[in-house]
């Protein structure tokens, strides 16, 4: 049976906030995640001394649900999702949501909402997105001692439009996350600290920022959002920059396995210095939102680094990436292994 889809414009959906009619929500209480369940108010109401608002304890995830060409929908390996938020709660000092809780959540949030998950072909996707706060009130700075856990959905489209069309960044003079800091995990408060950053890039013309390893500011660390990855000179090797202050991608970590299994190529888990970019023929951005934002461009202080035909067009490698990694999501490519989720 046909499924039923909301009346929406799939092509033009863009990448907003657009609520649906079910999230989930679950509470932490007196030491102990309470039974959550699904609800249909998109508002939270919280007290006004909140350990969120004051002191900024908050993680967050991000994933998609898909329509496959055989019109299954499916989650892409959710279960590194979960466990990347265990390792996030754990740093902030947070209780831990369950993995099994976190998978039996997400089918139940993604099958609630089956009308809004954009239909095979439209290029869209309907976006994930778990998070959990600190819902309890303090005001000495210490953890709360309750949380909240929603997880919400918004069908979405590409999230750079034009597809993978090669885009520009620049090398940024600021730090997104500190040595020994919170850079590997996957905090609302990263982001508070890079929207500074972000705006100058903006506001030069750039997608994104390429920040450097704040020790040093000789490597190469990641994007706002997305970590980087290099193709050597003979088009034979993925280069991945490799530093405890990146967040581990699990586009990133998708792409190293299909690089090396499905494709062939070398793959190095290393530090990548910026003094090396020119030596390599293509770059490219990987998450969940934009899977690879080729890049044909980085601009270090006013010198320009091309790869490969530039902003024309993206390399062959990147090409071949981003059609086998959006192909095993799609169901178009056979999946290695336990990646696919199957939700419906
Ligand atoms: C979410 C995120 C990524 C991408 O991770 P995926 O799991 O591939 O979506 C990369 N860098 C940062 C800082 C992120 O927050």
Same mark, same amino acid.
């Given at each position: 049976?046909?499924?039923?889809?909301?009346?929406?414009?799939?092509?033009?959906?863009?990448?907003?906030?657009r609520?649906?009619?079910?999230?989930?929500?679950?509470?932490?209480?007196? #030491?102990?995640?309470?039974?959550?369940?699904?609800?249909?108010?998109?508002?939270?109401?919280?007290?006004?001394?909140?350990?969120?608002?004051?002191?900024?304890?908050?993680? =967050?995830?991000?994933?998609?649900?898909?329509?496959?060409?055989?019109?299954?929908?499916?989650? =892409?390996?959710?279960?590194?999702?979960?466990e990347?938020?265990?390792?996030?709660?754990?740093?902030?000092?947070?209780?831990k949501?369950?993995?099994?809780?976190?998978?039996?959540?997400?089918?139940?949030?993604?099958?609630a909402?089956?009308?809004?998950?954009?239909?095979?072909?439209?290029?869209?996707?309907?976006?994930?997105?778990?998070?959990?706060?600190?819902?309890?009130?303090?005001? #000495?700075?210490?953890?709360?001692?309750?949380?909240?856990?929603?997880?919400?959905?918004?069908?979405?489209?590409?999230?750079?439009?034009?597809?993978?069309k090669?885009?520009?960044?620049?090398?940024?003079?600021?730090?997104?996350a500190?040595?020994?800091?919170t850079?590997?995990?996957?905090?609302?408060?990263?982001?508070a600290?890079?929207?500074?950053?972000?705006?100058?890039?903006?506001?030069?013309?750039?997608?994104?920022?390429? =920040?450097?390893?704040?020790?040093e500011?000789?490597?190469?660390?990641?994007?706002? #959002?997305?970590?980087?990855?290099?193709?050597?000179?003979?088009?034979?090797?993925?280069?991945?920059?490799?530093s405890?202050?990146?967040?581990?991608?699990?586009?990133?970590?998708?792409?190293?396995?299909?690089?090396?299994?499905?494709?062939?190529?070398?793959?190095?888990e290393?530090?990548?210095?910026?003094?090396?970019?020119?030596?390599?023929?293509?770059?490219?951005?990987?998450?969940?939102?934009?899977?690879?934002?080729?890049?044909?461009?980085?601009?270090?202080?006013?010198k320009?680094?091309? =790869?490969?035909?530039?902003?024309?067009?993206?390399?062959?490698?990147?090409?071949k990436?981003?059609?086998?990694?959006?192909?095993?999501?799609?169901?178009?490519?056979?999946?290695?292994?336990?990646w696919i989720?199957?939700?419906?």
């Amino acid at each position: 049976m046909a499924r039923e889809l909301k009346d929406l414009d799939w092509k033009h959906i863009g990448f907003q906030y657009r609520p649906c009619d079910w999230r989930y929500v679950a509470q932490y209480k007196e #030491g102990a995640w309470q039974e959550g369940g699904l609800s249909a108010d998109p508002n939270v109401t919280i007290n006004e001394c909140a350990g969120i608002l004051h002191y900024c304890q908050e993680c =967050f995830e991000g994933l998609k649900a898909y329509e496959t060409v055989k019109g299954d929908i499916v989650c =892409f390996r959710p279960d590194l999702n979960a466990e990347r938020m265990m390792d996030s709660a754990e740093y902030l000092c947070m209780p831990k949501f369950p993995k099994e809780q976190f998978l039996s959540a997400l089918r139940e949030t993604v099958q609630a909402n089956l009308a809004y998950v954009p239909p095979y072909g439209s290029g869209a996707s309907l976006y994930v997105r778990p998070y959990m706060f600190a819902s309890g009130p303090v005001i #000495g700075v210490k953890p709360s001692d309750e949380y909240t856990f929603r997880i919400i959905v918004m069908p979405v489209g590409p999230y750079y439009t034009g597809g993978a069309k090669p885009v520009s960044v620049m090398v940024s003079d600021y730090d997104r996350a500190a040595p020994h800091g919170t850079g590997h995990i996957k905090a609302g408060l990263n982001y508070a600290m890079s929207m500074h950053a972000h705006e100058i890039a903006a506001k030069g013309g750039y997608a994104d920022n390429m =920040f450097p390893d704040p020790m040093e500011r000789k490597y190469v660390e990641e994007a706002g #959002g997305a970590n980087f990855y290099f193709i050597s000179g003979d088009g034979k090797t993925f280069v991945t920059p490799k530093s405890d202050s990146i967040l581990p991608s699990v586009t990133r970590r998708s792409l190293e396995y299909v690089a090396e299994h499905m494709l062939g190529l070398k793959v190095e888990e290393r530090r990548v210095a910026l003094s090396e970019l020119p030596e390599f023929s293509e770059c490219g951005m990987c998450g969940t939102a934009a899977v690879i934002s080729p890049v044909g461009v980085v601009n270090d202080h006013g010198k320009d680094i091309v =790869f490969g035909k530039g902003l024309a067009e993206a390399g062959p490698v990147t090409k071949k990436l981003l059609d086998t990694l959006t192909g095993i999501q799609l169901g178009t490519v056979e999946a290695p292994e336990g990646w696919i989720f199957k939700i419906a």
